[in-house]
């Protein structure tokens, strides 16, 4: 994946919640076009931010003891956009499962500026097994750098 969208977990609770965070710099690619002059970080972004949380919840509360888990691949989406979010804004987000499945898992994932609500979402996940062990490492990385800091919630 080229986007990694967040930059930490600070909690999780595996297959539970998970509060992460996104950061937003003026120095993003996107701020180049979107838009000159009166810079808004574009939701399909901020979206996808809080998909990449959902997946790890799900990725990290089902990863097993050799590291393997299965990939959890956007399905479907419904979202809504309460403000907009500028260079300088810390969002940060909360993904709950709703529910889970053997194939499919729903996680609803809201970002806050402060105590305001920019966005919130329904994710429906597939989860895929992957048997590629080159993306299952980078995949591992990915998970591994974001939650350094991480406190774990039993």
Partial sequence: MRYFLVDRIEELKPLAYAVGVKCVSLSEDCFDEHFPGQPVYPGSLLVEAMAQLGGALLELGLRDAAGRCPRCVMSS???????????????????????????????????RRGEQLVCEAEVLYVLLTIDDPRLQASRND?????????????
């Fill in 142 to 154: 990915f998970l591994d750098v974001i939650t350094r800091t991480t406190r774990m919630i039993p």
């Fill in 77 to 111: 989406v419904k979202a809504k956009f309460r403000d907009f979010v500028r260079p300088g804004d810390t969002v940060v987000m909360r993904a709950e499962v709703q529910s889970r499945h053997d194939d499919a898992a729903v996680v609803r994932v809201s970002g």
